[in-house]
């Protein structure tokens, strides 16, 4: 771990597991209170300077953390694969893409506000740092959301403690290896454990801001922790986006675009495509392209060449989509396809493509993170909007069409934090990215996310001394 500007073991340890194969990857440190308690006493310590530092200089740390992480991404890339499943070429992308991020957001700058300019007072409204912030992510992008907390949060001239998944600790240990010389000591910590860290973590009184993601579910309990000491909070949550086929797509232009807004990471993605809708028109010509498409896909070990698609990350998830699966399979619900998967120990399972279930089906109400596509006919726009937004998430959603200002003004419809017209996925550290209802509280990327890990703070000078 990186406690206090060193590399530090702990005694406990915790398992991490390759999930490709099932066995024992490797021991990660199991950070005690006492770590956490150094870790949070450093950061604090540290706040008072690197705060006050000019905020060009802190752009500078972040940037050489940028080089670093893309001039070892090979390393970091095969560590990824091993410990989180997806494919080395996904892994690399996510490893470029956080370097790519860090870069984005170092770009920002944090606004200074006229208010008030007269012969009677001069007003001025800058955004200072909050103070230590703890980060915690989840396992499907272990680096890239990393990146998402640790760029904006040092730029404002917080400090840092991040918190992998217990699933996934192994790249962000890494990068402790990485920001060893970047930063002045106690600025950026790394700390890993088991599941009790993070309630102990965004419960303890030393920390001032919590930028969380993961699921729907805990991030109620962080914010129900966070309220001990009103700490601020950003949540970025779960989500169930759909997927609108309009009546007038080129099947065959679409296709692979489509399989991949769903399948890519396994499913594992927040903003995975988990409902998609197909106009009545084109459904079944889609239906059998995707099905076509599905059986060109290898699923496989990571490391392996040609593997598309890697295992679900870990055992926990794995089970909950068996049974996911399985209750589909009991309700008499149609698969349209479902592909090979290695024999092997490894949490795979296999590409899975469902024939119109019934809207009220749990394959189609919850949020499945895992390769499943559920394909649901609808007959006309207003039915499929209703449809569409009958979700407490809304984290993105894509709309699909060869008339780009008719999917424009359907999307104008649709309950998301973003929407997508003839793409999905796509962010940009320069663009905000927002959940609504139980999709998130808060903002990510973009000023509004860089503002995010800050405090407005207002001065203003009446023109006349006493
Ligand atoms: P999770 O909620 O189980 O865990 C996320 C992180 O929280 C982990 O680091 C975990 O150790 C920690 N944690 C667990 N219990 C905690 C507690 N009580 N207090 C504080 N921290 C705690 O989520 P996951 O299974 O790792 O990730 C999958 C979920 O994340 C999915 O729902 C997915 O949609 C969501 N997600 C959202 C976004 C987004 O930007 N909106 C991005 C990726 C994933």
Redesign the pocket.
């Known amino acids: 771990m990186l406690i206090a500007g060193k590399l530090v073991a702990a005694t406990n340890k915790i398992e991490v597991i390759n999930p490709s194969t099932a066995e024992t990857l490797a021991l990660a440190p199991d950070a005690s209170q006492g770590d956490l308690d150094r870790a949070i006493g450093a950061a604090r310590a540290a706040f008072p300077h690197w705060s006050a530092l000019p905020v060009d200089t802190r752009r500078k740390s972040i940037l050489a953390l940028a080089d670093k992480i893309e001039a070892s991404s090979e390393a970091l890339s095969r560590l990824l694969t091993a410990e989180q499943g997806k494919p080395y070429a996904d892994a690399n992308s996510e490893v470029m893409g956080a370097a790519a991020w860090l870069r984005g957001t170092a770009s920002l700058d944090l606004p200074i506000t006229v208010n008030e300019d007269s012969e009677a007072r001069y007003s001025e409204t800058r955004h200072v740092p909050l103070g230590v912030v703890a980060a ?6 272990p680096l890239l ?1 990393a990146a998402f907390k640790i760029g904006p949060a040092l730029l404002a001239g917080n400090c840092l403690l991040l ?5 996934t600790p192994l790249a962000t240990l890494k990068l402790g290896e990485l920001a060893l010389d970047l930063f002045p000591a106690g600025v950026f910590n790394i700390i890993s454990g088991c ?1 009790s ?3 102990k ?2 419960s303890h009184p030393g920390i001032d801001k919590i930028s ?8 109620r ?2 914010l129900a ?1 966070a309220s001990g000491s009103l700490k601020r909070v950003t949540l ?4 169930n986006d759909p997927a609108i086929i309009m009546h007038d797509v080129d099947v065959s232009i679409l296709t692979e675009a489509l399989f991949w807004a769903a399948f890519s990471n396994a499913g594992q ?2 903003i995975a495509s988990k409902r998609v809708y197909i106009h009545t028109a084109v459904y079944e010509e889609l239906r059998d392209a995707l099905v076509d498409y599905a059986k060109t896909i290898k699923v496989g070990d990571g490391l392996e060449q040609g593997t598309r698609i890697g295992p679900i990350n870990n055992r926990p ?1 794995y089970e909950r989509l068996r049974h996911l699966v399985q209750d589909a399979r009991q309700a008499g619900i149609l698969f349209a396809f479902e592909g090979d998967i290695p024999n092997s120990p490894g949490y795979f399972l296999p590409v899975t493509i469902l024939d119109n279930p019934p809207e009220d089906s749990s394959i189609v109400q919850e ?1 499945q ?1 895992g390769p499943i596509m559920p394909l649901l006919r609808f007959d006309s726009y207003d039915e499929v909007i209703t449809k569409a937004n009958a979700t407490p998430y809304g ?1 993105g959603a894509s709309i699909w069409a060869k008339d780009e200002e008719a999917a424009w003004e359907l999307g104008t419809r649709v309950k998301a934090g973003t929407v997508w017209i003839n793409e999905a996925r796509h962010l940009s550290p320069l663009v905000p ?1 927002a ?1 609504h209802d139980q ?2 509280f808060g903002v ?1 990327g973009g000023l509004d996310g860089l503002l995010e890990f800050t405090v407005p703070k207002t001065m203003i000078r009446k023109r006349q001394a006493v």
């Open positions: 915690i992510a989840p396992w499907n992008y959301l918190k992998p998944s217990p699933f599941n860290l993070g309630p973590l965004t969380f993601t993961g699921s729907t579910e805990t991030g309990k962080v922790s970025e949550l779960g989500g993605i927040c998830q949020e993170f984290l990215f959940g999709s998130g990510e």
